[in-house]
């Protein structure tokens, strides 16, 4: 998969610096470079054309939307991903905090529940198979 990236991320390379070197020849257009300027149109069609065979072969991916906010934000996309695993995270520790709650809750329970009914928790606790029976 990632060379997949990287023969992408090459073609965009190899555009760009093709659009750059059109926009210098544009720019200072003499009668004379012609012959190049149709020559850098036909690398701009062809980079096209291979960033569409690409494409193609990278139809799978799914980008959130909310990465592409980050971008015309003018903010680094990586921080998307980083701001979601930190939610991610502090939701993995409010879990844990609630497992941990509800295990020492059930802990406290059956011992509770084991001294005002010690034959049906012994009998519970066989069948769950916490103790043997006696």
């Known amino acids: 998969m990632a060379e997949k990236f990287d023969n992408l991320e090459e073609h965009l390379e190899k555009f760009i610096e093709n659009i750059r070197q059109l926009g210098i020849i544009v720019s200072d257009f003499q009668p004379s470079s012609q012959t190049v300027l149709n020559q850098k ?19 799978d991916i799914n980008v959130p939307l909310e990465a592409f906010e980050y971008i015309d934000q003018g903010r680094n996309p990586q921080l998307y991903t980083k701001e979601c695993l930190e939610r991610a995270l502090a939701k993995n520790e409010q879990v844990k905090g609630k497992i941990d709650t509800m295990t020492k809750f059930k802990s406290l329970l059956i011992s509770e529940l084991s001294k005002v009914f010690p034959e049906e928790m012994a009998k519970y606790k066989a069948i769950r198979g ?4 006696s």
């Open 41 to 59: 149109l036909n690398f701009m069609i062809t980079g096209l054309q291979d960033i569409e065979k690409c494409r193609q072969q990278l139809h």
């Open 130 to 133: 916490d103790d043997p029976p």
